[in-house]
């Protein structure tokens, strides 16, 4: 299993952009699915986007157009691009490899001011 450490969050004004990567112990070439999930207070961990180990992504409805998400497996490191920020995308931002496992990252809090 690998672990996951999350960075690049901070505080964004509306419109803004921040780019998060998430660097794994280990190779995340072989990893089936990396993601990003996200989590407000008061609301459920959700997710914001995924890539396959073959590289195809998906992307909730409320970030499609405005997000990226990419993996670099020489770095062994998944990144999540994300411009046009909005107030609603506040949240703790939380790194996640499924495979056989799911390994989660400790997040890193991304906060939109308006």
């Known amino acids: 299993q690998v672990q996951l450490v999350e960075s690049g969050g901070g505080l964004v004004q509306a419109g803004g952009s921040l780019r998060l990567s998430c660097v794994a112990s280990?190779?995340?070439?072989?990893?089936?699915?990396m993601g990003w999930y996200r989590q407000a207070p008061g609301e459920q961990r959700e997710l914001v986007a995924a890539?396959?180990?073959?590289?195809?992504?998906n992307y909730a409805d409320s970030v499609k157009g405005r997000f990226t998400i990419s993996r670099d497996n020489a770095k062994n490191t998944v990144y999540l691009q994300m411009n046009s920020l909005k107030p609603e995308d506040t949240a703790v931002y939380y790194c996640?490899?499924?495979?056989?496992?799911?390994?989660w990252g400790q997040g890193t809090q991304v906060t939109v001011s308006s």
């Open positions: 280990g190779s995340i070439s072989r990893i089936n699915v």
């Open positions: 890539i396959t180990r073959f590289g195809s992504t």
């Open positions: 996640n490899a499924r495979d056989w496992y799911s390994s």
